[in-house]
T-cell receptor, first 114, second 113 residues
């Protein structure tokens, strides 16, 4: 059984650019959540996708957007990149969106904004 | 904001049990307590979770107090590979039927030879 995978592993962008990060969920998982982890901090919830719809969002501006595809893979898009967007971006998949459904994390994408 | 508080760091001798405490006095009745660990900025690794009852799996045991205000993660025989940041998390409702993991700062566990 394949776990959660993310691509690319590392990325360097300049301020003002746009970036797309990708996540393939674990087999059978229909829910994907995205988190941002700044250096030295715990991950912060960005949003969650369930059956191709965004159904929960943290305290992030609209320039953070996403998609979920019919095969439950997902993309995170960030427009107008700022220096503070430099972070490890993590996605996690789960069998469902319920409180007792465990989220399993991928290895993350390290984004550096210059 | 995180609903959990943990000590910033702990040491444990290799081969001994590591007991990691967590306070969650404001947790509500339907919020699960989850434990994850993170090694060298890899993705967080799931360890265990519980609601009211104590839980055990192949990695660890989770002891939740009867009033649900605190819990303890127990690694029965710590090894050097258990050195990591351990996060105790209350899984909170984030709207539209979804739940999110709200991470705090975690406990840096160092296993000492």
């Amino acid at each position: 059984e394949t776990g959660v995978t993310q691509s690319p592993t590392h990325l360097i962008k300049t301020r003002g650019q746009q970036v797309t990060l990708r996540c393939s969920s674990q087999s059978g998982h229909n829910t994907v959540s995205w988190y941002q982890q700044a250096l030295g901090q715990g991950p912060q919830f960005i949003f969650q996708y369930y059956r191709e719809e965004e159904n929960g969002r943290g305290n992030f501006p609209p320039r953070f957007s996403g998609l979920q595809f019919p095969n439950y893979s997902s993309e995170l898009n960030v427009n107008a990149l700022e220096l503070d967007d430099s972070a490890l971006y993590l996605c996690a998949s789960s069998l469902g969106q319920g409180a007792g459904e465990t989220q399993y994390f991928g290895p993350g994408t390290r984004l550096l904004v210059l | 904001d995180a609903k959990t508080t943990q000590p910033p760091s702990m040491d444990c001798a290799e081969g001994r049990a590591a007991n990691l405490p967590c306070n969650h006095s404001t947790i509500s009745g339907n919020e699960y307590v989850y434990w994850y660990r993170q090694i060298h900025s890899q993705g967080p690794q799931y360890i265990i979770h519980g609601l009211k009852n104590n839980e055990t799996n192949e990695m660890a045991s989770l002891i939740i107090t009867e009033d649900r205000k605190s819990s303890t993660l127990i690694l029965p025989h710590a090894t050097l590979r258990d050195t990591a940041v351990y996060y105790c998390i209350a899984k909170t409702y984030s709207g539209a039927g979804s739940y999110q993991l709200t991470f705090g700062k975690g406990t840096k566990l160092s296993v000492i030879p």
